[in-house]
């Protein structure tokens, strides 16, 4: 009877300390009792059933007129309202049904408050954004959208029907991120919309490389730039035709006697966002295509999540009727096409962030010298919330140029930043690029593109352009005025000379319309040739996708919409047609081992493209590697400072041109190397490093294996993304696949009298892992497949293949 007793107990306790268990949360981990109930857990987000069409009753007075929005079988909502305030209502609605916690947790992280969902470990990121003024940004933005009546109504509209999404979600419909981390929604505003803006901007215009140029100046002097880093290869085809005529007279900018040499004394490794940040776009004219009207393609390369950074839509009103990307927080559509018109970007990556070397008055940091006096600084105090402990208050001092982002005293940051420096940034200046993309989803014609493109500040981008007569391309943005080279190099910060000197006119942006050769494109290379007057930045991108573009546009003729398809899934590699023939007639081979002689012998059987299911593009890519690295790494490691390396064309450049270089010697050996010995060396260095990683030479080797694509989930849970992915592609095909950076969204749009569009990204409209539209474009999307786009001009009949309706009213 006692041990009865006794077991009964125990199996009491027990029971009672799981149910306690479940019941509380361990650090960022979620209480597991909720989680894992069967009616508001992990099991409620399951999809196991066909949506139908519903009648919803939006809060009295959202909507003026009833909208109705149709589910087509890709799950992509075509919206039809009778007025625009209702139209992004209902967008920000839809939006937030399938993508919410998406929407939400990119501003969080723009904000920097990932801290108050995920925890302490997330504090020096939060503090990162918040020292370089990404809430300073967002202010300013936010105020150019509230100035201007359209964009003003526009954002409080989408932000009403996001908040209605969120107003109606029980705990048990909460997507399953809020479930894993543990926290609810909060009311969505405007100043979310312009967060999600200037997070776009920091992706596409935060790069920097002030400092790593001043240290390379420093230690390998100025005739290593020169000759190195201001390599312009012959191959390279800037966007802007180079026989471009500039006719107007650029605006004089004053420059310093002298060049300031900054003290650099730091050891904090470099930081830039993803360098293959890019894209391509290219837009043809009816002279060059089958049906006599213009066609224009698109496909911006971002690193790739689930779920993805666009959500494709249609907006339909009697002002508009739009449809394309868009991007899950902010009204409109960003890359698209209407009945009239197309339109699609790339990055210009021009140098719009600048660092300045601050001497203060003393450690207060109160004071700082500026043109023969003293200047006071301001100070923004940054509040960070931490998920389970204390908030940290962090104080971060401002110049006229702008933050004083790693201070004495201050933890370090986590990216290359000099201490002591404040950073100037396009992103700071009031700016209302949504006034763009709203005037430019209801053009109608060339002249309308013209008159909207003065809005878009930043960050600078190509944008393209096609309708049924025009085709054009404009590097749109807001440039400041500079001397040639302001910016490359870290800037003394008490000269206003390196200030910056007001902004490049709008009328001497390059641009290009209707040009002889028939086609408009960009693929991130040079904006323009040797004789554009202003001075945009030395580091873009390599030729071999701008150059690949051209070729295939010169050479195409009777074009249709399937042959540019096929186009932006183009795997050549310029970079190995032109590097890889100079190596393998420097490779011994008499001393090669038979599996080495198989392997190089599919290296000279191929046809330089980055096929999945061949193994030499692998072999090329390792051997390449190992080649750069045995040419650069002795100098580079040498030291402990960030330096800038040479560009991957620039370094072949050399390879074809020179083998008698001094740097191909290695500075820490006393054996004299030369470039035939680096060729053999890194060779072997190549078959050995991809044995250790693939096993012996096999199917293991192939491509797309090697080529490690692979769509994680954006907040990196586990089990969330699809890894793996078996991909064709590289960074310097026009299919620029490589890891898990790539063709974020393709698109293909035909002028005429009907339009012909098509699209696919991959991902899927959903945000929701439980359901089928979260992933199931991603197979499609890897054997270059596009989905024709429903766009309707009218409502659909009942005998359209609509999946399911929302009417709102």
Not at 31 to 49: Q, Y
Not at 307 to 332: C, D, F, K, R
Not at 370 to 380: D, E, H, L
Not at 448 to 468: G, I, K, T
Request: a negative charge; proline letters at 8%; glycine letters at 6%.
């Amino acid at each position: 009877m006692a041990r009865n007793l006794t077991q009964l107990l125990i199996s009491a306790a027990t029971t009672l300390l799981l149910f306690w268990l479940l019941s509380i949360a361990f650090g960022p981990t979620p209480p597991l009792g909720p989680f894992f109930s069967p009616s508001a857990g992990f099991w409620a987000n399951a999809v196991t059933s066909q949506k139908s069409d519903l009648q919803l009753d939006m809060p009295g007075g959202a909507l003026t007129e009833t909208v109705s929005v149709y589910y087509d079988s890709l799950g992509i909502p075509h919206i039809f309202a009778q007025n625009d305030d209702d139209l992004y209502y209902a967008q920000g609605y839809v939006t937030a049904r399938d993508r919410l916690w998406q929407m939400e947790f990119q501003t969080y992280a723009a904000a920097g408050r990932l801290s108050e969902i995920i925890g302490p470990s997330m504090l020096e990121y939060d503090r990162y954004r918040r020292r370089i003024g990404m809430g300073c940004a967002a202010e300013q933005a936010l105020s150019g959208l509230v100035e201007h009546p359209e964009t003003a109504r526009a954002v409080k509209a989408y932000a009403a029907g996001v908040n209605a999404r969120i107003n109606e979600l029980n705990p048990a419909e909460y997507s399953l991120e809020y479930k894993l981390l543990d926290y609810r929604p909060e009311p969505w505003s405007p100043l979310k919309t312009a967060l999600l803006l200037k997070s776009m901007t920091y992706t596409l215009a935060g790069h920097h490389h002030d400092l790593q140029m001043s240290n390379t100046r420093a230690y390998l002097g100025s005739s290593f730039i020169r000759q190195v880093l201001d390599i312009d290869p012959p191959l390279n085809a800037p966007v802007i035709p180079p026989d471009q005529k500039w006719d107007f007279l650029p605006v004089p900018i004053q420059q310093p006697d002298t060049v300031f040499k900054p003290s650099i004394a730091t050891k904090i490794p470099p930081f830039r966002p993803d360098p293959h940040n890019g894209s391509n776009n290219w837009a043809v004219s009816g002279s060059k295509t089958a049906s006599g009207y213009p066609i224009l393609a698109n496909d911006p390369h971002l690193n790739m999540t689930l779920p993805s950074i666009w959500y494709a839509i249609q907006l339909h009103s009697p002002t508009q009727n739009v449809m394309g990307a868009s991007l899950p927080g902010a009204p409109a559509v960003i890359v698209g096409f209407n009945e009239h018109t197309a339109w699609g970007t790339t990055n210009v990556s021009a140098d719009v962030w600048d660092w300045y070397e601050i001497v203060f008055r003393d450690s207060t940091l109160a004071e700082y010298r500026y043109n023969g006096s003293w200047r006071p600084t301001t100070q923004r105090v940054e509040k960070i919330n931490i998920k389970g402990e204390p908030a940290v208050v962090d104080t971060v001092v401002y110049t006229h140029h702008g933050p004083v982002v790693q201070t004495s005293g201050s933890k370090k940051m986590r990216p290359g930043i000099p201490r002591y420096h404040a950073m100037q940034w396009i992103a700071h200046k009031r700016s209302n690029e949504l006034r763009y993309f709203l005037e430019l989803n209801k053009a109608r014609s060339y002249e309308d593109y013209r008159e909207a493109l003065p809005h878009f500040d930043s960050p600078a981008q190509n944008w393209v352009f096609a309708d049924h007569t025009n085709i054009a391309l404009t590097a749109a943005g807001k440039y400041p005025l500079k001397w040639n080279g302001q910016g490359r190099f870290i800037g003394d910060g008490s000269d206003p000379r390196y200030d910056w000197q007001g902004w490049i006119p709008f009328d001497h942006i390059p641009s290009v319309k209707n040009p002889a050769r028939g086609f408009v494109s960009s693929a991130n290379q040079d904006p323009t040739g040797d004789a554009y007057p202003y001075y945009l930045d030395d580091d873009f991108a390599p030729y071999e996708r701008g150059r690949r573009i051209n070729d295939r546009l010169a050479a195409m003729d009777n074009i249709t919409p399937r042959d540019l398809q096929q186009l932006q899934t183009d795997t050549y590699s310029y970079h190995a047609a032109t590097v890889l023939p100079r190596l393998l007639r420097d490779l011994r081979k008499d001393t090669l081992s038979p599996l080495k002689r198989e392997a190089l012998a599919s290296l000279a059987e191929w046809d330089y493209n980055n096929d999945g299911e061949l193994s030499a593009p692998s072999l090329f890519h390792y051997w390449w590697e190992a080649l750069d690295n045995a040419i650069w790494d002795d100098e580079y490691h040498a030291v402990s400072f960030p330096m800038e390396r040479p560009a991957r064309d620039q370094t072949a450049h050399l390879v074809l041109t020179d083998s008698t270089l001094s740097w191909y010697d290695n500075i820490t050996t006393e054996e004299s190397e030369t470039l035939n010995m680096l060729i053999n060396r890194s060779f072997h260095r190549a078959f050995r490093q991809l044995t250790k990683e693939f096993g012996p030479r096999g199917p293991r080797w192939k491509w797309g294996q090697v080529n490690n694509t692979n769509l994680n989930h954006l907040a990196q849970i586990p089990g969330l993304g699809q890894p793996n992915i078996f991909t064709d592609g590289a960074r310097e095909s026009i299919n620029a696949i490589r890891g898990d950076h790539g063709p974020s969204w393709r698109m293909v749009v035909a002028m005429g009298p009907a339009i012909d569009a098509y699209g696919i990204y991959p991902g899927g409209q959903s945000g929701n892992p439980g359901s089928p539209y979260y992933d199931n474009m991603i197979d499609d999307w890897t054997r270059g497949k596009l989905y024709p786009l429903w766009f309707m001009k009218h409502r659909p009949s009942s005998d359209d293949s609509v999946t399911y309706m929302l009417n709102m009213q």
